[in-house]
């Protein structure tokens, strides 16, 4: 579904990520984990065009998507719910949402949601975002600003949903945010791509990203060290030492 080939993307004179390659299968959830810095979200920027790459190819459903602009990357089926949220906290739970469809992606992973046109898909998805998440229904009309770390990033997922992606991007969905509300949001995941989406993640948690995933990517210094079944990973000493602190 997606591959990145040999890409190269620099912030200013910095270079970020350095000749990466990677893919994602259909219906897959892969993590890519790696300290700070090492080129993780950098990576998800670029698939979504917030980034240019300086070099390589970004290939969605086997066509070029590097040098498109963001709006046509979304509106062919893949959104991302970019790392601390990104909400709109002067706009209200249920416009945030609105705003999560306005470009009318007739994506195929949240599946037979959005069936209808208009304001009828719109608010089929809305019911399929407050099911899966019923605070949000119950907060729809309070102001994004108001809710709790774990509520935002329930709407920053839902928003993202409202699109009807094929492939969602998720730029560390458990920062700052406490066990419980943890679980619940790799529930959600889970149940997601049960449902068929794919997912792309990327996790501090290592740990639980790898328990989720089918696969993963390990970076360093803006480049693929390690690659590897998601379990396989949990077990290789070297990730074990550097990033489950075992």
Do not use: W
């Amino acid at each position: 579904m997606l591959k990145l080939e040999s890409v190269h993307t620099f912030y200013g004179h910095i270079e970020a990520i350095r000749g990466i390659t990677l893919g994602v299968g259909p219906g897959e959830i892969v993590c890519l984990i790696g300290s700070n810095g090492a080129g993780k979200s950098t990576t998800l920027m670029t698939i979504s065009r917030i980034l240019t790459p300086s070099k390589g190819r970004v290939l969605f459903e086997g066509k070029e998507i590097q040098n498109l602009p963001p709006h046509k990357i979304v509106s062919m089926g893949i959104s991302q719910v970019p790392e601390g949220r990104r909400i709109f906290p002067k706009l209200t739970v249920k416009e945030n949402l609105e705003m999560g469809a306005y470009l009318g992606s007739r994506g195929q992973g949240v599946r037979d949601q959005g069936q209808g046109d208009g304001n009828q898909e719109s608010e089929n998805l809305l019911e399929y975002v407050f099911n899966l998440f019923p605070v949000l229904k119950e907060r729809q009309k309070q102001l994004g600003g108001t809710l709790s770390g774990g509520e935002q990033q329930m709407l920053a997922i839902g928003r993202a949903l409202m699109s009807k992606p094929k492939l969602l991007l998720l730029d560390e969905p458990s920062l700052g945010l406490a066990p419980i509300i943890v679980s619940k949001i790799f529930k959600t995941i889970r149940e997601l791509n049960a449902e068929g989406l794919t997912i792309l993640l990327v996790e501090q948690n290592a740990r639980a990203a790898l328990k989720l995933a089918h696969r993963g990517y390990v970076f360093e210094s803006g480049q693929i060290a390690k690659e590897g079944k998601g379990r396989d990973l949990l077990d290789d000493p070297d990730i074990k030492k550097a990033y489950l602190g075992e």
